[in-house]
């Protein structure tokens, strides 16, 4: 798959060297390209670093690390269509933690910014140090990666590339979910610097093992 | 320790139950108080059952499993002097899921109306089925449960509590991070109904052990 990575700070730097030893095409790009350059060189694997338009050009998938609007970083934005642009942005983190409830997610901000591109929220629920933990031992700890978009098959694409570096993908369905999936970034990060459980906290959804019996006499099991 | 339960459904009855098995005086309340003795002859251990007033009196923690606020579910609330009083409570699940941002938490708005008792947030993401699992093995699945409040005993008491039943206490810090542990009752009760992962689904918070060696070219460990 030929990925472009935007933004090559940890995240993203991190992402893209896991998906190019997996074997995709990775273009790094970054405001400063030779900055990208020796990020591309660091990860090997044929990787090719150079401005933000030419990764845009050369990806199918983009993982999108910055916080601007797509319009303000590419010099056009039809080289966008049709192709999966994933967000992994949570908003500054402001003073003493106190996030301010979240109305509109960035993922829809970005959506109505670029409608030609399709919108992926994921990877934005833990630091980038729990990469270095990729593929290998992170795959027996289950972490959550929350996934969300209008577009099922790019939904589908990510959920794969999640799951090929280690992460177990959560569908949360449509991309104004996206706003639920950007709280949970908010509590996460309040959780590592706030609560100073550190870079290595992550937030997951798992599904225990039904009850063998209802001794303590609740409703039967089926909530909705 | 002497802990009444208001509003014996579900989750009450449940937390009650494996409270009084653990040696606890446990008090059941409900608007009918022929069902609290029927709930406490249920659990054993000595349980009694009763109306809101009277667990109110008795009791030193308050498992507070209804949404109406207190100074309308007790004839008076002076008997609420310097107790602990656990709210597990979320908001109705509007239609579809789709919740509004959480400005303040029903928490808080407990905290105001009964400014007299320690108001602690607790048991509010997972559903009434996963006491099921309790105390054994429910351990090994090291559920997260999310507590916090902003008085430091009150929060103390209520995480020894959790941990006797087999959760995890996560200590989410003053009571206005409530909003954010309501924010998460939201998520998870998303996931349960809205992407049908049942009742059985989890929230949690792990911290992951650190990699040996960062060998993505991150920034070093410890993110604030």
């Not at 050009?57 to 966008?80: C, H, N, Q, W």
């Not at 409830?101 to 030609?116: G, M």
């Not at 098959?153 to 950007?182: H, S, W, Y």
């Amino acid at each position: 798959m030929k990925i472009g990575i935007i933004g090559s700070g940890n995240m993203g730097r991190s992402v893209g060297i896991l998906w190019a030893e997996r074997g995709h095409e990775v273009f790094f790009s970054s405001r400063e390209a030779a900055k990208a350059q020796a990020i591309a060189e660091l990860a090997g694997h044929g990787a090719r670093g150079g401005t933000n338009d030419a990764a845009a050009a050369f990806a199918d998938v983009i993982f999108y690390g910055v916080r601007e609007l797509p319009s303000k970083v590419f010099s056009a934005t039809d080289v966008l269509a049709s192709k999966v642009l994933i967000d992994c942005n949570n908003s500054p983190i402001p003073e003493d933690f106190a996030f301010e409830p979240i109305a509109e997610s960035i993922a829809e901000k970005f959506a109505a910014d670029v409608p030609n591109a399709h919108i992926v929220k994921a990877f934005n629920t833990f630091a980038q140090e729990v990469f270095e933990l990729s593929p290998d031992p992170l795959g027996q700890y289950q972490v959550s990666c929350f996934v969300c978009s209008d577009n099922e098959q790019a939904k589908q694409t990510v959920i794969n590339l999640i799951a090929e570096i280690g992460f177990n993908p959560v569908d949360c369905g449509e991309l104004r979910r996206a706003r639920m999936v950007e709280g949970l970034g908010d509590f996460i990060r309040f959780m590592i610097g706030g609560r100073k459980l550190g870079s290595y906290a992550t937030i997951s959804v798992h599904q225990l093992p039904q009850a063998k019996e209802q001794r303590l006499g609740g409703r039967k099991p089926g909530y909705a």
